[in-house]
């Protein structure tokens, strides 16, 4: 398992500087760097990250809420513990047949 986690490549869902907080005390971005729109919600699990540097500045993190401002949408995000690859082998775990 551990070399199938190894060869993921990992997709962003939502562009974000994770270490880019603003007075909420949650990373930050706009809606319109995320890949698919729809998918980004309160609630939702995505990953984030800064493309150009994937390798360390990937992380999953939890949608907290979208607030309108006149220069767009912006997306507060909650990161999560631990690296991506964690959530990979968890959802791995959990969708493997029995």
Request: glycine share 8%; net charge negative; aromatic share 4%.
């Amino acid at each position: 398992m551990l070399g199938v986690l190894s060869t993921l490549v990992t997709t962003l869902d939502i562009t974000a500087d994770l270490n880019d907080e603003d007075d909420t005390g949650y990373v930050w971005t706009f809606l319109d760097e995320a890949r698919d729109p729809s998918v980004v919600r309160p609630g939702a699990i995505v990953v984030a990250g800064t493309p150009s540097a994937p390798a360390v500045a990937v992380a999953v993190a939890e949608v907290i809420d979208l607030v309108t401002k006149p220069g767009g949408t912006v997306v507060h995000l909650r990161i999560l513990p631990g690296p991506v690859s964690d959530y990979a082998a968890a959802v791995l775990r959990s969708t493997a047949s029995a």
